[in-house]
């Protein structure tokens, strides 16, 4: 295992996001990931999103279970609001020197909103409750086809896990990996076994711990990242 350099133990933490369909192995990888940083003595913390231990989490929840119904904006909002809430402690997280490995972020927050298909909530619109949040140094998406991902077990329990909806996901994730300024997504064919995906996902990542130095403090996600202003890859005007 390799020993921390000096340099190292001074850096600040990197904050990888994982992205990705339901069912893709985004929790599994990232237990893993977790895992073997903590086993290389880097300082690490997992979270996930949506965190469904909070009150604004337990809305979220209620819903996805289909225990409630809310207006397509106010569960947006509401996932946004739950990043928000950590958005303090992440920062705060890096700066000892932390790397944050985050399950799911603005990316999904972004894409399953505007996937739902309203007429009034483009991806445009979905992405502006996420401006200046914790920017990633890196967002890895493990990229799976809905037909793959329907296989594994646990599929169709919550709102959103139908074929339609996760091919809307699919195509909208795939926009946004065209688009420019997303030099730090990092695509990773989620349908390999889980060591091949595991060993692909911590390559670039140590990578990027080793390189933060290089990219500065912690950036803030802003209206340019990813999404064209005045226009979504839905095809829509705001
Ligand atoms: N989801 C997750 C959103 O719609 N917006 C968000 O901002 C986030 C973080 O919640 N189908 C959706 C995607 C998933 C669902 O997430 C629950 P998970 O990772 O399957 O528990
Ligand atoms: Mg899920």
């Known amino acids: 295992m390799a020993e921390l350099s000096a340099s190292d133990k001074e850096k600040r933490g990197a904050l990888v996001v994982v992205e990705g369909l339901d069912r893709a192995g985004k929790s599994s990888q990232c237990e893993l990931l ?5 086993g290389m003595n880097y300082k690490a913390k997992y ?9 604004i989490g337990k809305q979220i929840d209620s819903y996805l279970r289909g225990q409630s119904q809310l ?6 909002l509401l996932f946004s609001a739950n990043r928000w809430e950590l958005a ?4 705060e997280y890096i700066a000892n020197g932390t790397t944050v ?3 799911r972020y603005s990316y999904s927050g972004a894409v399953y909103s505007a996937a739902k298909g309203n007429p009034n909530l483009s991806l445009h619109w979905a992405w502006q409750p996420e401006v200046g949040l914790p920017r990633p140094d890196l967002c890895l998406f ?3 086809s809905p037909e793959e991902a329907a296989k594994r077990g646990g599929y169709g329990v919550e709102r959103y896990e139908t074929d339609s909806m996760q091919k809307r ?3 909208l994730f795939l ?7 997303n030099d730090e997504i990092c695509v990773i064919d989620a349908g390999q076994s889980v060591d091949e995906v595991a060993q692909d996902i911590l390559d670039p990542v140590l990578e990027c711990m080793k390189n933060v130095d290089s990219i500065g403090p912690l950036k803030k996600l802003g209206p340019w990242t990813f999404i064209p202003t005045g226009e979504s890859p839905t095809g829509r005007k705001d």
């Open 71 to 76: 207006d397509d904006h106010s569960i947006h």
């Open 47 to 55: 979270i996930r999103f949506p965190d469904r231990s909070t009150p």
């Open 88 to 91: 303090q402690s992440i920062h």
């Open 142 to 144: 493990l990229s799976i």
């Open 175 to 181: 926009s946004l990996l065209d688009l420019p300024h």
């Open 169 to 171: 996901v699919r195509e």
């Open 34 to 38: 977790y895992k073997s940083l903590l």
């Open 101 to 103: 490995i985050v399950d």
